[in-house]
């Protein structure tokens, strides 16, 4: 009986340590970044008294913050025309590896590594842009948002999509990867495409 043959990862790093670093089991985002979610949202709700009313509002607007955020950072870093080498590495090392290797299942989420970086000056402009009392409860509904792209994400590589809404991003986003066409930077929504003109015009076997 023929044997499925070990995958073998795109090496980013001379260093073992970085190496190691760089790859991830899709469960540890979760593990990593749910307590501090939780934690956040517990000490907005409680520490500030928030009502219900204003939970839901800072959870659409964390949530829909997160969407534009996946939206730049896609567009613009992930995807950024660097011309130096450095750079040209940089962008590899962050995004152009997966191009490269899609279905390499330990790089279909981010590691906490590089995670945790971009989450704390991400947290540093909120708390700059955002009354204290909300500060907490919207950073644990944007890191929500970070989590449910994430497992979009991998799951669009990985699973077969059954409900008609995930069915629906898997194969947009696989379009961004495979299409040949510009575009198509959100995963977990169209939405900011739409709203700035990156989503392809659909051709007929496209909406098959």
Request: cysteine-free.
């Given at each position: 009986m023929a044997t499925e043959t070990p995958h073998?990862?795109?090496?980013?790093?001379?260093?073992?340590?970085?190496?190691?670093l760089s790859h991830v089991h899709p469960i540890t985002p979760l593990l990593f970044w749910g307590p501090v979610a939780a934690w956040l949202l517990w000490r907005g709700a409680t520490g500030h008294d928030l009502g219900?009313?204003?939970?839901?509002?800072?959870?659409?607007?964390?949530?829909?913050?997160?969407?534009?955020?996946?939206?730049?950072l896609h567009r613009f870093l992930f995807h950024f025309p660097a011309r130096g080498r450095l750079g040209q590495w940089l962008?590899?090392?962050?995004?152009?590896?997966?191009?490269?290797?899609?279905?390499?299942?330990?790089r279909l989420v981010m590691p906490p590594a590089g995670a945790i970086p971009i989450m704390a000056v991400l947290y540093l402009l909120f708390s700059a842009l955002l009354p204290a009392a909300w500060l907490d409860a919207f950073s644990a509904f944007f890191i929500v948002g970070y989590l449910v792209y994430d497992y979009i994400h991998y799951a669009s590589h990985h699973f077969p999509?059954?409900?008609?809404?995930?069915?629906?991003?898997?194969?947009?986003?696989?379009?961004?990867?495979?299409?040949?066409?510009?575009?198509?930077?959100?995963?977990?929504?169209?939405?900011?495409?739409?709203?700035?003109?990156?989503?392809p015009a659909e051709t007929p076997r496209d909406s098959r």
């Open positions: 073998q990862s795109i090496r980013l790093f001379e260093n073992d340590l970085l190496e190691r219900a009313g204003t939970l839901a509002l800072l959870a659409i607007a964390g949530l829909v913050t997160w969407t534009f955020t996946e939206y730049l962008v590899f090392l962050f995004h152009g590896n997966h191009h490269d290797d899609p279905k390499d299942k330990t999509m059954r409900n008609r809404v995930a069915k629906f991003l898997k194969h947009y986003h696989l379009k961004h990867h495979f299409s040949g066409q510009s575009g198509r930077y959100g995963v977990s929504s169209p939405l900011w495409d739409m709203v700035f003109g990156t989503r």
